[in-house]
């Protein structure tokens, strides 16, 4: 269970700053902004006015007239009145519907910019991060956009502005002592409601917490239903589960005991502005200075005044939750990727498709050397397999050369240019890789091949599979291509999806191919079929093989042999047969399972 928005992820102080980085999001509809702030201003106006009516109603009932004439200008008020109040609720509404458009148009566009920047990041962000996490960031970023909005735009300005013109009006028409009371008691509201709020604030918090804590107990007992009655320890639960609830019991009183406290103290601020109020209108009345229509006038002031207020201390703990959370969004935001194209970066063109690692060195974190000093060449269109143990760095080689992370000495060359100073899509344009764990998106088996090249024809499709060898399992399936593959493609087989990440590639058509282990999850004989595919797709490609079977790459033009993040050999199958050195003890090793395989 997730704590409660209303509770602020933590006790920082609000930041409001964010305000300024938001504000270029909302300036997208000037007009629409102070045609809103318009409508707010009349609708104000229009609760202004009400009292007013109200008193000269009033004083208009106690004129000593005929009958008639006081029942006519009574009635004209009556229904001046009745106009005011749907003027007042009209206006407002207006105000959000014109508001409406500003704030999901912030949200629409904050939405996207922190999209793009996502992935925009690097690999390592994304790796060390947890997906749920982030969306849930996302997702309570945008929404703190619209709960800002709605309190700050639709309560907070609108009762500042009102609390400005009643106080205005009283000073003006009664002089200084209402207008002091009235003042007084809602500064003393306000502050009293804040401070009582981020006080209450820890109850809250412990609530839920005991909350999350007793639920995750009982859910994870539960689940371990049978591992309980192994050990005969139904009581021991019991007795855990029950000091949980206890717990939330405890926070459950606590936190009901503060909210009281702050209704209570309030409820008193409240009383005692309302009641100073009218005992001032009273003596008032009673020196002759004002009417009763100025009594009820002053009283219908003051209840309208402390109405929105009522709201304040919630109001205040959104506004500040929907802070912290809009700056977390922004924090996101001011990540700054590890991989970024210079100013000046060139667009990469391949002509030949030659490869060149230069005495390339890399580490992902300091402490740990991955990659030393490794050179080699691939030569244009033709085939280099590299092979070597499990953790060698055989992927991080191909993680370089597409720029998820450039070297941290020594470069890598395309054609003869660097690939670290040219932009990083015109690098990943002419790079086709299938890489070792494939994951699908949650589509269907079609637009996961589409993807290779979102403009591809039916036909293309059709051809990409029939070389991936997806044809057979593919006319097998009852809806065919339309079939959904299931999150991350997890209602396939593993052979399945690396074919379904080699079609894609095959549609992509690069001038240079990887497979990263692309083969290993198949069994020998799809194997073979789809290395001879692969064979005739990669003619004239440059191709970069990494594998973990030997028997697929003895015709490779170079062999690379990775030990320990260094080259340990390379050359030919046959050379490096000759050399006995570790291809040959490898090879050995694999030939003898295979013929253990086969007894
Ligand atoms: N993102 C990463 N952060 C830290 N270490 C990594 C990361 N990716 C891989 N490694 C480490 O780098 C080493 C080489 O990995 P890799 O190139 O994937 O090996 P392989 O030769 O099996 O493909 C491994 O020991 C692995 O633990
Ligand atoms: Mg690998």
Request: charged share 25%.
């Amino acid at each position: 269970m997730r704590p409660s928005r209303f509770t602020p992820p933590d006790d920082e102080p609000i930041n409001w700053k964010v305000f300024l980085k938001l504000w270029p999001y909302l300036t997208e509809f000037k007009g629409r902004v102070w045609l809103a702030v318009g409508c707010l201003i009349a609708a104000k106006m229009a609760s202004i006015g009400l009292p007013f009516v109200l008193k000269h109603t009033v004083d208009n009932l106690n004129l000593e007239t005929t009958k008639e004439v006081m029942m006519a200008a009574t009635l004209g008020l009556i229904i001046a009145y009745g106009v005011l109040r749907l003027a007042n609720v009209l206006f407002g509404e207006i105000r959000d519907t014109l508001f409406g458009r500003v704030t999901e148009r912030a949200m629409r566009r904050l939405g996207l910019t922190v999209f793009n920047h996502l992935h925009k990041l690097d690999l390592d962000f994304h790796l060390s991060r947890q997906t749920g996490g982030l969306s849930r960031d996302i997702e309570r970023g945008t929404s703190g956009v619209s709960f800002l909005m709605r309190f700050l735009i639709f309560n907070i300005v609108p009762t500042l502005l009102e609390i400005s013109m009643v106080v205005g009006l009283l000073f003006y028409n009664y002089g200084v002592s209402f207008a002091f009371v009235i003042f007084a008691s809602v500064v003393l509201y306000a502050f009293f409601s804040i401070k009582a709020t981020d006080w209450r604030t820890k109850y809250v918090k412990q609530v839920n917490q005991a909350d999350n804590s007793s639920t995750s107990r009982a859910i994870d007992s539960l689940l371990n239903f049978e591992t309980v009655k192994y050990f005969n320890n139904e009581k021991f639960e019991a007795n855990r589960y029950d000091v949980d609830l206890e717990k939330w019991e405890t926070a459950r009183r606590n936190n009901r005991l503060s909210l009281f406290a702050l209704n209570g103290g309030q409820a008193f601020i409240i009383a005692g502005a309302m009641t100073s109020m009218m005992a001032l209108a009273a003596i008032n009345v009673a020196n002759g200075n004002m009417t009763i229509g100025d009594f009820v006038l002053v009283n219908a002031f003051t209840m309208q005044i402390f109405m929105p207020l009522n709201f304040l201390g919630f109001v205040y703990r959104e506004i500040r939750g929907s802070l912290t959370n809009i700056e977390n969004l922004f924090k996101l935001l001011e990540k700054k990727p590890a991989i970024v194209d210079k100013p000046e970066a060139k667009e990469l063109k391949v002509t030949k498709g030659e490869i060149c690692f230069q005495n390339v060195s890399f580490a992902y974190h300091k402490d740990r050397q991955i990659l030393q000093n490794v050179s080699f060449t691939i030569k244009a269109g033709s085939k280099v397999a590299v092979v070597g143990e499990s953790g060698a760095g055989k992927s991080t080689l191909v993680k370089l050369l597409f720029r998820f992370y450039d070297p941290t000495s020594g470069s890598i060359t395309i054609d003869g240019q660097v690939v670290a100073e040219h932009t990083q899509d015109s690098v990943r344009e002419h790079i086709g890789i299938v890489p070792q764990d494939t994951v699908l998106f949650n589509d269907t088996l079609y637009e996961n091949i589409r993807y290779g090249r979102p403009d591809a024809s039916e036909q293309e499709i059709e051809e990409a599979i029939k070389l991936a060898h997806l044809d057979t399992f593919v006319t097998r399936l009852p809806d065919r291509g339309d079939t959904q593959v299931g999150e991350r493609g997890l209602k396939l087989s593993g052979g399945e999806k690396q074919r379904v990440a080699i079609a894609r590639t095959i549609l992509k058509r690069p001038p240079i191919m990887v497979f990263d282990e692309a083969t290993s999850s198949l069994d020998s004989q799809s194997e073979q079929a789809i290395l001879s595919a692969l064979r005739e797709i990669a003619e004239g490609h440059t191709s970069f093989m990494i594998a973990h079977r030997l028997s697929t790459i003895v015709d490779a033009d170079t062999i690379i042999v990775m030990d320990n993040g260094t080259i340990a050999e390379q050359g030919s199958h046959e050379e490096l047969l000759k050399l006995k050195g570790l291809y040959s003890k490898l090879w050995q090793a694999q030939q003898k399972n295979n013929s253990q395989d086969e007894k």
